[in-house]
């Protein structure tokens, strides 16, 4: 997976693009994407977005989930996961995040803002995103 910068010939405005392992556009995050745009988001908070979508996104598939049966103990493996992303190892040691608390707290933001979109159209039904924050 990966996020790739384009740039749209008819106004030169960068847009974000979040790719599958095919190297196609991945269509909830591309909506997601494209809405935040319409918004006017500056193209630094799309592309944050963007990163933390891919990262979502990776997760997922290494846990073999589809993003709309999600739960809130999947949120709370995914914040696990954003601490410690190496599959299959459990360490005796004491361990330090691989990302700070901050940036763990901003993909969790983006993440259930994502989720939000899609409840308010009416195309996903799960927890309540707000309440968890």
């Known amino acids: 997976m990966k996020v790739q910068k384009g740039i749209l010939p008819d106004t030169n405005q960068p847009i974000w693009i979040v790719?599958?392992?095919?190297?196609?556009?991945?269509?909830?995050?591309?909506?997601?994407l494209h809405y935040l745009d319409s918004l006017e988001r500056s193209p630094n908070t799309i592309s944050a977005y963007a990163h933390n979508l891919k990262l979502y996104w990776e997760f997922l598939q290494d846990k073999h989930l589809n993003w709309k049966e999600?739960?809130?103990?999947?949120?709370?493996?995914f914040i696990h996961w954003l601490r410690n992303p190496n599959k299959n190892v459990i360490s005796v040691q004491p361990q330090v995040s691989k990302r700070s608390e901050k940036t763990i707290n901003h993909c969790l933001t983006t993440v259930c803002g994502f989720y939000e979109f899609y409840e308010r159209l009416g195309e996903f039904e799960g927890i309540d995103a707000d309440r968890y924050q």
Do not use: H, V
């Open 19 to 32: 790719l599958d392992d095919d190297y196609l556009p991945i269509e909830p995050i591309q909506k997601y």
């Open 70 to 77: 999600i739960t809130l103990e999947t949120l709370s493996e």
